[in-house]
């Protein structure tokens, strides 16, 4: 199952439309919040599984604030990540996480990515695609693929 995760678009598609691309095949597309109304757009081009979440960006948008599902056996929990202080420190979203029993804990806001495993959670933010602010400014999202024996791998991209 390979899964492309992104956030932050901000209504911009450019960098999106390379993402996809780049993507290749996908299974499970996410996206963690301020999307600005791109919503129809990303429903117009993606043809699989959506998980999209709102960001304190998405005024008007209908989606939902946060969500949990299943990717093969791991339980994630996504949200945008505001709520839970992520600027400061991803502390409170990984005791979140623990508390909902999350496997996976997936947030966005800070447009920096971010990856860390620790007491059997995995906690990361794929950055923006759209407005990134870490060092060397690119624009970056994220592929996880989980194998046939159920063992998930993460990627970390950047666009050239
Ligand atoms: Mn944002």
Redo the contacts with the bound molecule.
């Keep these: 199952m390979r899964v492309l995760i992104v ?2 678009t ?1 209504g911009r598609h450019g960098n999106f439309d390379r993402a996809l691309e780049e993507a290749g095949q996908i299974d499970v597309f996410i996206h963690l ?2 999307v600005e109304g791109g919503e129809d757009y990303m429903d117009a081009v993606i043809d699989c599984e959506k998980h999209m979440v709102r ?3 998405d005024f008007f948008s209908d989606l939902p604030r946060e969500e949990e599902f299943y990717l093969g056996k791991y339980k994630v929990f996504i949200t ?1 990540g505001h709520a839970y202080y992520v600027s400061l420190d991803p502390e409170y979203i990984f005791e979140e996480g623990q508390a909902r029993k999350a496997d996976i804990v997936m947030y ?2 800070t ?1 920096r990515p971010f990856f860390e495993q620790k007491d059997g959670i995995t906690v990361l933010n794929p950055g ?1 695609l759209s ?1 990134p602010r870490q060092e060397g400014r690119k624009g970056s999202y994220m592929i996880m693929e989980i194998e046939a024996d159920g063992t998930a791998t993460y990627d970390q991209r950047y666009l050239g």
């Design positions: 956030s932050d901000h919040g301020d960001g304190n960006n945008h966005g806001h447009h923006s407005f």
